[in-house]
């Protein structure tokens, strides 16, 4: 398009009203100068770590063109009538070393290493050399800028140093060109699109300003609209990878969060059907085992060897209908929401559960000490998910004991670790053969290390109930009870969240 309007482009004077051609390029440069620090900002401004070092080269690059720019329209005649002729030259070196600094840029940046991230002081590194550049260019027009020779085609046309910068700054804009195209076809990035567009509109922009002849004619005015497109462009290329770019990343990166999340539901709605089948199955089939088992060990028939063999029948399947029925709770906590949960109030179960356990247990010796702190509201939350993780292991450590008397403390505290969420600790000591070390490092496994947590499997119940309690917010240690020495016994901690006050319940 742009070669097609330069083939097509009037010769002579265009504008004839000197005002109305000062007041054209006054906006074009106020345009470029403003674009040139928008290029700066949509860069600088956002958190500069996540940036790539070729757009902070750019934007900081961008700056300085935009103050050369500046410098320039404060020192050309063309635009202001406030500076006398003999300023002239200056603002003409001010719009040379504008286009040197954009095509510079340009070029160098296309050099650096796209994916490579801003590390902590490059940035501000940048911004500091560009800057010192620029007041360096600023510096050398104060000094000698009374000495400059103008430096535009219609004063100077055949002035070497001229027309040696002009096709220098060609040259690299056309390099710069094939080496934005040749990174945009191997990354398929649109940014390097509109870079290899903006620095071959910058080529053509020279190459018409070289061409011009008088202030106004054609191809200066080509050459306006050539630099306003150049500089948009980079401007919208920058603009997509600070803002654009981001933002689809984020709105993709949020359709596939939620796709997972309904995919994970729905796993998790078939894994508890699968669950609901396959343990209903299970226990359809492992009761006529033990009932037959119950026959033999019942026989006035059966061999001491048949029916120490029925006995194991009965104690393996005992474990797999303990196993069905502690997935079984497992899956219906899982399904509960938390903040559904009614209070469990500790000072009523705790008592009463010593009592069952005594009459269900009535030949063995319990002796149990309960320790509840003095407080009017001692309950946590969880409701009969909560009382059967804490029957579960009173259960255990009533059934894993040698010895002929039962001495067991059950003692409750405050939760001192500072988590933000108040609970009670529910510690219940045995004096039983206690659980050896590789046994209590699996239990202790939180279910959120994905390295550990499936070793978890080679303990009993408990291990059941550690996942409900972590479902509940809460959790379950496993200690012994004589520190070093685990055949004294279990110290197994439940902690669970506290309710709050007046919710009693239990359901």
Same mark, same amino acid.
């Given at each position: ?69 500046? +410098?320039?329209?404060? #020192?050309?005649?063309? &635009?202001?009538?406030?500076?006398? @002729?003999?300023? /002239?030259?200056? *603002?003409? !070196? ?87 195209? +040749?990174?945009?076809? #191997?990354?398929?990035? &649109?940014?390097?699109?509109?870079? @290899?567009?903006? /620095?071959?509109? *910058?080529? !053509? ?87 037959? +088992? ?15 063999? /029925? ?197």
């Amino acid at each position: 398009m742009f070669v097609a309007v330069s083939l097509v482009v009037p010769g002579g004077t265009v504008i004839e009203d000197p005002e109305a051609s000062s007041t054209l390029r006054f906006t074009a440069q106020t345009i470029v100068m403003f674009v040139s620090f928008g290029v700066f900002f949509i860069q600088w401004l956002p958190p500069k770590q996540l940036k790539s070092v070729q757009a902070i080269f750019i934007a900081t690059g961008f700056l300085s063109t935009g103050l050369l720019t500046f +410098a320039h329209m404060m #020192t050309c005649t063309m &635009m202001l009538d406030v500076t006398g @002729s003999d300023e /002239a030259p200056v *603002g003409s !070196y001010f719009h040379m070393m504008s286009g040197v600094t954009m095509a510079g840029t340009m070029l160098v940046a296309a050099y650096i290493p796209s994916h490579r991230r801003v590390v902590r002081g490059e940035s501000s590194l940048m911004l500091f050399g560009f800057l010192a550049y620029t007041a360096l260019v600023a510096a050398t027009a104060w000094f000698f800028g009374s000495s400059f020779p103008s430096l535009c085609p219609h004063d100077a046309r055949a002035d070497a140093t001229r027309i040696v910068i002009e096709v220098v700054m060609i040259g690299v804009l056309l390099v710069a060109t094939a080496k934005y195209y +040749a990174i945009g076809r #191997t990354a398929h990035d &649109m940014t390097f699109s509109y870079l @290899s567009c903006a /620095a071959f509109i *910058g080529a !053509y922009n020279h190459i018409a300003f070289c061409l011009h002849q008088e202030p106004n004619d054609g191809f200066s005015i080509l050459s306006v609209v050539f630099t306003i497109a150049s500089f948009a462009l980079v401007f919208i290329a920058l603009f997509s990878t600070s803002v654009t770019q981001p933002y689809d990343r984020l709105r993709r990166a949020q359709k596939q969060a939620e796709k997972r999340r309904k995919e994970a539901e729905a796993a998790t709605v078939k894994a508890q059907t699968y669950l609901d089948f396959l343990s209903h199955d299970i226990a359809n089939m492992i009761s006529p085992i033990m009932n037959r +088992a119950e026959i033999i060990l019942q026989s006035p028939n059966a061999s001491d060897k048949q029916k120490d063999e /029925a006995g194991k029948i009965v104690e393996q399947t005992q474990k797999v209908a303990s196993l069905i029925a502690n997935l079984r709770r497992l899956s219906r906590a899982e399904r509960i929401d938390v903040n559904s949960f009614d209070a469990l109030d500790l000072r009523t179960l705790l008592p009463e559960l010593v009592r069952t356990r005594r009459e269900a247990n009535p030949d063995r010796k319990l002796r149990v000490v309960i320790q509840i702190p003095d407080e009017s509201e001692v309950a946590v939350i969880g409701g009969s998910v909560a009382e059967e993780i804490i029957e579960e292991v009173f259960d255990n450590a009533i059934k894993h004991s040698g010895r002929e008397t039962n001495r067991i403390t059950i003692g409750v505290s405050p939760e001192n670790v500072n988590t933000g969420k108040p609970a009670w600790n529910i510690e219940i000591m045995d004096d039983g053969p206690g659980i050896p070390d590789h046994t209590k490092s699996a239990l202790n496994v939180a279910s959120s290390d994905p390295g550990k947590r499936y070793t978890r499997g080679v303990a009993s119940s408990l291990s059941i109930m550690s996942l409900v309690a972590e479902h509940l917010g809460g959790r379950i240690k496993v200690e012994d009870r004589v520190v070093g020495d685990y055949t004294q016994g279990a110290r197994v901690t439940i902690t669970l969240p506290r309710a709050p006050i007046h919710t009693h319940g239990n359901t």
